[in-house]
């Protein structure tokens, strides 16, 4: 997919240059974030504005083509979270200790599991580590969010 440079920085713009799942700043990468399909290409998806997100590599790979995830509180198969269409504080918040993004709905859980946004599924939490250090170096996504942080 080659995306016009204007809309590649509309992209950006548009999404505080953060994933907009994990909330993943750009400034912390060493190339561009990535832009996703939210209705994957292969199911129809286009290349409007509407249809596109800003991702970090890992939540791109993860996402790949699913459009769905497993809420594991109700073992329920949800749609994942869309940026377009809904709103990131009222589906997910942060731990008190700003390492774990927690899902606060059906949506948040479905996809922080889909997504595996806490690296739950890893030997190693890769996610959480670096975390610790965006804290460190006051670049932690909630810092830019203060209301997301949990009470
Ligand atoms: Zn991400």
């Known amino acids: 997919m080659v995306i016009p440079k204007f809309l590649f920085q509309a992209i950006r713009q548009r999404a505080n240059f953060r994933c907009e799942y994990c909330h993943y700043p750009e400034i912390l990468s060493s190339a561009p974030l990535s832009v ?25 790979e993860r996402r790949y083509n699913f ?3 497993i809420d594991p509180q109700t073992e329920t198969e949800i749609p994942l979270f869309n940026p377009r ?3 990131w504080t009222e589906h997910f918040i942060w731990s008190a200790d700003s390492l774990r993004i ?8 479905a996809t922080c599991n889909r997504l595996d ?21 006051g670049l932690h996504p909630s810092a830019d969010d203060p209301q997301e942080q949990q009470k």
């Open 102 to 109: 927690i899902g606060q709905t059906d949506t948040g859980r």
């Open 36 to 60: 996703e399909h939210l209705k994957p290409q292969s199911l129809g998806g286009d290349d409007s504005l509407d249809n596109l997100a800003l991702a970090c590599r890992r939540c791109n």
């Open 67 to 69: 459009t769905t995830g």
């Open 117 to 137: 946004l806490n690296d739950d599924r890893r030997d190693e939490p890769f996610i959480q580590n670096a975390r610790r250090q965006w804290l460190v170096a």
């Open 85 to 87: 269409q809904q709103i």
